[in-house]
């Protein structure tokens, strides 16, 4: 690939693979097992990848980009690009919706990495959580619940969903919401949008796109959809069909 993001219609001239969420799930565990590349690598380079994207529309001098992280490999993805941002001097932070005291794995890492460089990271209730994202001006970035999530939003993601598809950040920082993956709510398989799902103006979705993607009803959601590159080996992208 010679870029870390290709814009869907070009994706699609170039004959990607669409993909399952399973089949998604297994292109990680490949790479981990068959190829040794360590899960947090491939979270790092994502991360990275979808930063050096967001940089492109945050000038030196953009309000602080706010990050809603969960639990798991989304949160995590969403704490790399915490702390790529910071190290490029933009102003952001991060709200948890869940205790990062159960962070394992990745995730942990991840975020442990982002406080060592400096990133703020408050852990906020349901109410505290609208009222952050109500008064926020500036992008917020979706990394709460990823591919594998099932059914409808659960409080305090719903909350926090809600009001950011509530919350317009000024025309001069667009895209004013990002999806890291997928839009949080919407099933990557069938395409169809929960009660709520993040309404994203741009989303940023890895490795290929999800085959529920294509349905018109996730169009609202997605917004601009771009595609990925998580730095997996190019003998693997060759057995993927993924154009090199």
């Not at 814009?7 to 097992?33: G, H, N």
């Not at 490795?207 to 590159?229: C, F, H, Q, R, W």
Request: hydrophobic letters at 40%; one cysteine or more; proline letters at 7%.
């Amino acid at each position: 690939m010679s870029t870390k993001s290709v814009p869907l219609a070009e994706a699609e001239q170039m004959k990607w693979p669409v993909f399952s969420v399973a089949q998604s799930r297994e292109v990680d565990r490949v790479a981990i097992e068959q190829y040794d590349i360590p899960g947090i690598d491939l979270m790092r380079n994502a991360g990275s990848a979808c930063a050096d994207r967001l940089l492109s529309e945050l000038p030196g001098d953009c309000p602080t980009t706010l990050i809603l992280a969960g639990a798991g490999n989304n949160g995590g993805d969403g704490y790399v690009i915490a702390k790529c941002l910071a190290s490029a001097n933009r102003p952001v932070s991060v709200v948890s919706l869940v205790d990062t005291d159960k962070l394992s794995g990745d995730a942990k890492q991840s975020h442990d990495d982002a406080i060592e460089a400096g990133v703020r990271v408050d852990i906020a209730n349901a109410d505290a959580i609208v009222a952050r994202i109500k008064n926020h001006e500036g992008m917020i970035v979706d990394a709460l619940l990823g591919t594998g999530s099932k059914g409808a939003p659960r409080s305090p993601f719903a909350e926090a969903i809600r009001a950011a598809n509530e919350t317009h950040a000024p025309t001069t920082h667009r895209p004013s919401r990002v999806a890291i993956d997928i839009p949080s709510g919407l099933d990557g398989d069938s395409g169809e949008p929960s009660q709520p799902t993040f309404r994203a103006e741009l989303t940023l979705t890895f490795v290929t796109p999800k085959i529920g993607m294509s349905n018109p009803a996730a169009a609202p959601y997605l917004g601009e959809l771009e595609v990925i590159d998580i730095g997996i080996p190019d003998a693997l992208k060759r057995q993927l069909g993924i154009p090199g």
